[in-house]
C-alpha cells in the first residue's frame, strides 16, 4: 500500500478554506475512536528545545514523558527539553483530580499540547493518541528526518466503555517467542488494551516452567509430530514425524513479559487448564490421570480428548503446588482455571471418581438447573467440585479465579468471573447471578475463524468471522437489564493457534480484527460506525508495515457475492470495507485497470462471467485482484425442493455485508458459484446415510423452456463421511406432475489421494421441452468405521461399514 493511498480525514478551518496545497492534511486515524474528539484548524509543530513540562507530575508520569521525548527523539533526531517550568509552546502533562482511573483528555493548538489525567494509566493511553497523530514513522527505529514532525490540533475529551479489554494468546498450540510476545503486547497497548490472557497449558504443549515438577517441560513442552492439514482433511490423519519442543517460557523469562506488559499497563493473566485438556500434564505425570498404568502421549492432534485430570488428593496436591509457582509470577488478581471442555469418560468408568461421587452426595439432576437451565449430571457436578475447591485454594492465596464458561456448570462462588464463549448466553447468565463476565463468543471474537473468503485464504479451523461481524458486536445491548449491564466488564479476543504454525500466520489472524475488538472494548457503541473505523484503519496500516505486522489486507480486496430477489432474479454484488475508493472489474477474463467498467448497482446475472474486480483510489490499484468465475443458467437464483432435507452445511449464505443478511432462497445451491476444495462452507449437505441413499432435488425453471444440459458440483472428504453420489438419473416434466426419464449416468470419480477434493459432473442429453427438472442422485456408497473416516460409536464396531452424505455445489441447468 502506497502512503500516499491511505485516507485522510480533511478538516481544516472552515470548508478547507484555509488550506494550502503546502500545508498538511490534518489527519485522525485513531484507533480505537476517541469517545470525544473536535478536529481543529492548524498544528502543532514539535522542534528541537520544545518544552515538556511535568511539574506536580508523580515519577511515574514523568517516566511516561520521558519516554514519548525519547522516541521522539529516536525517529526524528527532535530533542525535545525535560523542562519542568517553561510555559511557551510546550507540552503539558498535567495531574487533575477526579477523573477515571484511564480517563484523558488531549488538547492540541498551534501553541501548545496539553494532556490531562488523574492516574499514570490515563497518561499513558494520552501518549498512546499522540503517537497516532504523528507521523507512522515514530514507530519505527530509524530517523526520519524527511517527515512530518507536527501534531494536528484536536480537542479529545477520552475514558474506555469497559474496564476489561483484552486479547488471548496460544503458544501451546504452536509457540510464540518472547520477542512476538512482546510485539503482542506493544500492539495491546498502541490499541488501548490492558489485559493479556496467557494460555500456557493444553493437551499439545505445557509452555511455563514449573520448578517443583521439572517433567512439565522435560516431558511435556514437547510432542513427537504434529497433524497435517485440517482435521478432517485425511483418514487415516497424516503427521509430519517431526518432534516439536521442547518450547516453554523459563520462570525468567515469564518474569521478563509480566514486567514489560506491567510497564505499558497490561495485566497478564495466566491460564492453567484444568480439570480437561490435561494430556500434556499427564504424559509428564500419569498419576495425575484415572489410570496412570497409561503411557500418555502429549498430543499432536487437535480437538478434546478423554484423558483428563482425576480429582484425587494427589492431582489437588500437584495443583497448588502449580499455582503457588505461578502466582509467584503473575500479579495479576485473577488466575484463569479453564475448566472448557471436560469430557466425562474417565471418571464414569472410575471407581474412584464413582466413589467419590457417592461421598460427596452428587446425583444427576431431575429438573434443569435454575443457574442455567440445563440438566446436569453427577459427572457435570463433579467438575464443580473439582473448579470449586480449586478456587478456595486460589482464593486464601488473595487471588480469585477466572474460566470459561462451562465453570457456571453446579455453582461458584460470587468473586468467580465467567468467560463466555459459547455465545452470549454464558456471560448474560452468569452477569445475572451477579458474576462478573467478559464477552468472547465464538461468532464475533475468535480470530482463529475465517476472516475472507476460504478458497483463498490459509488453512484454518473453519467458521467465518470477517471484520464487520467482530466490529459490529456490542458486548452490552441498550436494551440490556442494569445487571447485566454492571456485571458484563469487558470484551476479549482470543486467537487459538491449531492452525497458526509461525509469527506471519499468527499476524494474518490477528489483525485487522483485533484492533475492531479493540474499538469495542473503548469505545462507546453509539460512538461507533464501521466505514469510519475502515478509512482509521487504512491509516493504521502504515504503521503495521513500520512495525512489519503481517495482517491480513482484505480491508482493500473487493468481494464478490450474488444474492436472489422475490421474484428468484439473481444479480452479483461487489463491494468492498474500505469506503473511499471505487470498484471496477471485468467480465471477460481481462485484469482490471482504473478505465475498467466500473460497478455502480447490482446487475443481473447472466450467462458466464469471468469476473476480475479490483479496488481504485486517485487511478491506482490498491488492494488484490479477485478472480470469481459465475454460472448465469436456467436456476440461478431459484428455489429447489430436497428429501432428504438440507443438513448442516447449508451453502455459501454466508456474507461479509451483513446489512442483506443471508440467502435463504439458494442456500448456496443455486447462487452462480461453484464449491471449492478448501473449505466446507460453500458445499449444501444432504445426509443421504440410513434409509435415504437416494437424494431427490427438484426444479421450477418458472416457464417452459428447451433443456439439455446438467452441470453439478460434489465433494470428496471421506474423513468426514463424505462421498460423491455414484449415479444420477434427470428427470423433466412440463406440468410437475409426470416425469419423463431423459437421461442415467453412472458417475466415477478418480480421487487423488485421501485429501478432500472438489468434482464436477456434466450430464448431457438431447434436447428437451421442460419446465420443471428433477435429479435423483445415488448415494456414494459406504466407509468403514474407525478406517476410512474417525471410528464413531453410532455407526457400529470398528471396520462396519458408514454410508455416506452428499455435498453439492453448484447445480446448473442449461
Known amino acids: 500500500m502506497k502512503k500516499g493511498l491511505l485516507p485522510t480525514l480533511l478538516l481544516c478551518l472552515g470548508i478547507l478554506s484555509g488550506c494550502t496545497s503546502k500545508e498538511p492534511v490534518n489527519a485522525y486515524n485513531i484507533v480505537p475512536r476517541p469517545n470525544s474528539m473536535l478536529p481543529q484548524a492548524g498544528r502543532f509543530q514539535l522542534k528541537s528545545g520544545t518544552p515538556v513540562v511535568t511539574a506536580d507530575c508523580s515519577d511515574e508520569v514523568k517516566t511516561i514523558a520521558a519516554d514519548f521525548a525519547a522516541r521522539i527523539a529516536a525517529t526524528s533526531n527532535i530533542e525535545l527539553s525535560m523542562d519542568a517550568t517553561a510555559d511557551a509552546k510546550a507540552i503539558r502533562f498535567e495531574t487533575v483530580a477526579g477523573m477515571e482511573k484511564e480517563a484523558y483528555t488531549l488538547s492540541v493548538t498551534p501553541t501548545g499540547v496539553l494532556l490531562q489525567a488523574s492516574e499514570p494509566n490515563g497518561f499513558f493511553y494520552g501518549v498512546q493518541t499522540l503517537y497516532q497523530l504523528l507521523p507512522a514513522e515514530v514507530y519505527g527505529n530509524a530517523v526520519v528526518a524527511t517527515a512530518e514532525w507536527s501534531i494536528p490540533a484536536v480537542e479529545i475529551d477520552d475514558a474506555p466503555r469497559f474496564a476489561y479489554r483484552g486479547m488471548h494468546i496460544d503458544p501451546c498450540r504452536h509457540f510464540a517467542d518472547v520477542a ?212 478456595k485454594y486460589i482464593n486464601s492465596k488473595g487471588r480469585n479465579i477466572i474460566g470459561w464458561d462451562e465453570i457456571l456448570e453446579g455453582g461458584l462462588a460470587p468473586n468467580a468471573t465467567v468467560m463466555s464463549w459459547r455465545g452470549t448466553e454464558g456471560g448474560i447468565t452468569a452477569a445475572r447471578l451477579g458474576h462478573d463476565a467478559i464477552m468472547t463468543p465464538t461468532m464475533y471474537a475468535y480470530l482463529d475463524y475465517t476472516q475472507e473468503n476460504p478458497e483463498i485464504a490459509p488453512i484454518g479451523i473453519g467458521g467465518y468471522v470477517p471484520l464487520k461481524r467482530v466490529y459490529t458486536y456490542n458486548p452490552v445491548p441498550a436494551d440490556a437489564d442494569e445487571l447485566v449491564k454492571k456485571h458484563i466488564i469487558g470484551v476479549q479476543g482470543n486467537v487459538w493457534a491449531e492452525y497458526i504454525t509461525d509469527d506471519a500466520r499468527r499476524d494474518y489472524y490477528t489483525y485487522p480484527r483485533a484492533f475492531a475488538i479493540a474499538e469495542s472494548g473503548w469505545t462507546q457503541d453509539e460512538n461507533k460506525n464501521f466505514d469510519d473505523f475502515c478509512r482509521r484503519l487504512a ?84 488492494g488484490k485482484t479477485t478472480v470469481k468465475s459465475l454460472y448465469g443458467n436456467l436456476v440461478s437464483g431459484k428455489p429447489y425442493k430436497a428429501t432428504p432435507g438440507i443438513g448442516y452445511e447449508k451453502g455459501d449464505i454466508f456474507s461479509p455485508n451483513e446489512e442483506r443478511g443471508a440467502d435463504p432462497l439458494t442456500f448456496g445451491l443455486t447462487n452462480g458459484k461453484r464449491g471449492y476444495a478448501s473449505a466446507t462452507i460453500p458445499w449444501t449437505s444432504f445426509n443421504t446415510g440410513g434409509q435415504n441413499d437416494e437424494l431427490v432435488l427438484s426444479f421450477d425453471l418458472e416457464q417452459t423452456t428447451a433443456v439439455q444440459r446438467v452441470v453439478f458440483g460434489s465433494y470428496y472428504m471421506p474423513a468426514l463421511r463424505v462421498l460423491p453420489p455414484s449415479a444420477v438419473n434427470i428427470e423433466v416434466s412440463t406440468d410437475g406432475e409426470t416425469y419423463q426419464l431423459v437421461k442415467t449416468d453412472a458417475l466415477t470419480h478418480t480421487p487423488q489421494g485421501n485429501s478432500r477434493q472438489a468434482f464436477t459432473d456434466t450430464v448431457t442429453f438431447e434436447p428437451t421441452q421442460a419446465r420443471y427438472v428433477r435429479m435423483r442422485l445415488k448415494n456414494g456408497g459406504t466407509l468403514r468405521n474407525g478406517i476410512d473416516f474417525r471410528f464413531n460409536a453410532a455407526v457400529g464396531k470398528q471396520g462396519a461399514p458408514g454410508r455416506t452424505s452428499v455435498y453439492l455445489d453448484e447445480v446448473e441447468i442449461y
Open 180 to 391: 512476538y510476545v512482546k510485539r503482542y503486547i506493544d500492539l495491546l497497548a498502541m490499541h488501548k488494551q490492558n489485559t493479556l490472557h496467557f494460555h500456557l497449558t493444553d493437551d499439545q504443549g505445557w509452555r511455563i516452567e514449573i520448578k517443583k515438577y521439572p517433567k512439565l517441560t522435560e516431558i511435556g513442552a514437547k510432542r513427537k509430530q504434529t497433524l497435517v492439514g485440517y482435521y478432517y482433511e485425511r483418514w487415516p490423519q497424516e503427521f509430519d514425524g517431526k518432534e516439536y519442543g521442547p518450547y516453554f517460557y523459563t520462570q525468567e523469562e515469564i518474569k521478563d513479559i509480566v514486567a514489560y506488559a506491567a510497564a505499558r499497563y497490561i495485566t497478564v493473566i495466566p491460564e492453567i487448564e484444568m480439570p480437561g485438556h490435561a494430556v500434556a500434564a499427564l504424559a509428564a505425570y500419569p498419576e495425575l490421570s484415572c489410570d496412570p498404568s497409561v503411557k500418555y502421549e502429549v498430543e499432536g492432534r487437535w480437538g478434546i480428548f478423554p484423558e483428563v485430570f482425576c480429582p484425587s488428593e494427589t492431582t489437588f496436591k500437584f495443583l497448588e503446588g502449580v499455582i503457588d509457582e505461578v502466582i509467584e509470577l503473575f500479579p495479576s488478581e485473577l488466575i484463569h482455571v479453564g475448566g472448557d471442555e471436560c469430557p466425562k469418560d474417565a471418571w464414569k468408568s472410575s471407581a474412584f471418581c464413582q466413589q467419590l461421587i457417592r461421598k460427596l452426595g452428587l446425583k444427576d439432576d431431575t429438573e434443569p438447573n435454575p443457574a442455567d437451565g440445563r440438566k446436569h449430571s453427577k459427572e457435570d457436578k463433579l467438575q464443580s467440585y473439582f473448579i470449586t475447591r480449586m478456587e
Open 539 to 622: 491509516g493504521n496500516f502504515e504503521r503495521l508495515d513500520i512495525l512489519d505486522v503481517k495482517a491480513c489486507r482484505n480491508l482493500f480486496d473487493v468481494i464478490v457475492d450474488t444474492h436472489a430477489d422475490e421474484a428468484h432474479r439473481l444479480s452479483v454484488y461487489l463491494y468492498a470495507y474500505y469506503p473511499d475508493a471505487e470498484v471496477r472489474y471485468t467480465t471477460d477474463g481481462t485484469e482490471p485497470t482504473a478505465q475498467s467498467t466500473l460497478f455502480t448497482e447490482p446487475f443481473l446475472l447472466e450467462g458466464t462471467k469471468n469476473l476480475k474486480v479490483a479496488l481504485f483510489k486517485e487511478g491506482k490499484q490498491l
